[in-house]
């Protein structure tokens, strides 16, 4: 892992530890291996599948093309931007690195006329970008799936710890904590579903989508069903009707998604920074941390901070890969092409955010004498409870009662049994209002 203090992006420096898996696969070095594989693969399956159409090949010389597969690396990435240099074009250079290859070999020189047949460079992009991106997605959920593991155990571990809820900033009927975490892992259980149902997609059907080169050469050969075969063999579903590009709706549904599941992160990060200042939430101290530069006191929930920020530019990223990738003029342009070789930037920002959250909340605990105190100081959330017993027994104005003893004031504990023993109601109605608590006021959040 190389740190390069030049590097613009801190995705590849500040934070390079955090993001190798997702780094790797969205790389130009990742870009251009897959490129390779994919022109090799293509004329294996081809060689292979279709022998009487195109040539035989032999196990020697399958196995030394899968050699030179195996070898590729930064050294071969190498050649082929020098070669890229001359032609200014990224997907014709690595065509000729292999061909440059195969005529060094008395025997593979037989087949470079089949390197890159019937393609244009956008099958090549297509089915990479549908890899890669297919590669990300596995890493961007399994991030995803540990987070709402932790959510899960802390639900669980939570679930009898009542705390005061607020509306509006304003206290409001009690909770549990366990219970409010719960809700965060159920809207993730539900995208992370959404995620399952997107098929990777991918073109191989040569310049504008009509097989022309492939008919014209091969005509007796069902092209769709051929090149159907080999996309799903990288796991990736054929686009049957293109232009020369893959229209990239599949991309803007999975972001799209993507942007949801970071939403709930965010709106995860916002609540536990809430809970954190209003002492609801204690965080856990390391001796060996700064939370300020000058105020020695401070213990700062930066991670929820910096997972907030880094799905903001996720998510801002996300947006205009939707709104741009689905468009191109006519049957082709390039501007699509520029765009999306930054795509990883989202996975990347949205890893940097998903591991700061996870230490995040591996670094909370339930400051349960706060929780406590705050709830007992709280008795005017009962009103709620009082009045609606008052409806249930058949007093009509049970709602303006309570709001003339209660709006904008303090109940003590005093007032609240004061007022329930001055209640017109049933013996079985009024024991249960005098045992009532705020910190038994929970509804049936247990449950849920």
């Avoid at 004329?43 to 599948?49: E, S, T, V």
């Avoid at 669980?156 to 710890?161: G, K, L, M, T």
């Avoid at 970071?262 to 060996?288: A, E, H, P, R, T």
């Avoid at 349960?368 to 009045?387: D, F, G, P």
């Amino acid at each position: 892992m190389k740190f390069d203090h030049n590097n613009i992006s801190p995705l590849d420096n500040r934070y390079l530890s955090k993001i190798e898996p997702t780094r790797k696969i969205f790389s130009e070095y990742g870009l251009i291996k897959k490129r390779f594989i994919i022109e090799l693969e293509w004329l294996l399956f081809l060689c292979k599948n279709y022998p009487n159409k195109f040539l035989k090949i032999s196990n020697e010389s399958i196995k030394k093309i899968n050699k030179f597969k195996n070898n590729f690396d930064h050294k071969s990435v190498l050649k082929i931007k020098k070669i890229e240099n001359t032609t200014n074009h990224d997907v014709k250079a690595v065509e000729y690195f292999i061909k440059d290859y195969f005529k060094k070999d008395k025997t593979l020189i037989k087949y470079t006329h089949l390197i890159h047949f019937g393609l244009t460079s956008e099958d090549i992009n297509s089915l990479s970008y549908a890899i890669i991106i297919k590669d990300g997605i596995d890493v961007y959920m399994s991030n995803i799936k540990t987070l709402n593991r932790n959510l899960k155990k802390l639900s669980s571990s939570w679930s009898q710890i009542p705390f005061l809820s607020r509306t509006h900033g304003q206290a409001a009927s009690p909770s549990t904590i366990g219970k409010e975490i719960k809700v965060f892992s159920k809207r993730l259980d539900k995208q992370i579903s959404k995620v399952k149902l997107i098929e990777p997609m991918a073109k191989f059907s040569g310049a504008v989508g009509n097989y022309h080169a492939f008919d014209i050469a091969v005509p007796d050969l069902n092209w769709q069903l051929v090149t159907k075969k080999f996309i799903k063999s990288f796991k990736i579903n054929q686009s049957p009707l293109t232009t020369q590009i893959e229209p990239h709706d599949w991309i803007a549904e999975l972001l799209q998604t993507f942007t949801r599941i970071n939403n709930i992160c965010i709106d995860l990060s916002q609540d536990v920074w809430i809970y954190i200042s209003n002492d609801i939430f204690s965080l856990k101290l390391n001796k060996n941390e700064v939370g300020s530069s000058t105020m020695p006191h401070k213990v700062n929930p930066i991670d929820f901070e910096n997972a907030e920020g880094n799905l903001g530019l996720s998510n801002a990223l996300n947006e205009f890969f939707v709104n741009k990738l689905s468009k191109s003029r006519l049957q082709r342009d390039l501007s699509d092409s520029t765009v999306i070789r930054n795509i990883g930037l989202s996975f990347g920002y949205s890893q940097v955010a998903i591991s700061s959250l996870l230490n995040g909340i591996n670094k909370i605990t339930p400051n349960k004498s706060h929780i406590n105190h705050e709830l007992n100081n709280n008795w005017e959330v009962l009103t709620e409870a009082i009045q609606t017993v008052m409806r249930y027994e058949g007093i009509d104005n049970a709602y303006e009662q309570l709001k003339n003893i209660s709006r904008g004031k303090k109940l003590t504990e005093g007032d609240y049994l004061n007022f329930i023993n001055s209640l017109d109601i049933s013996n079985k109605s009024k024991d249960k209002l005098l045992k009532l608590t705020p910190l038994k006021y929970i509804g049936i959040a247990k449950k849920l």
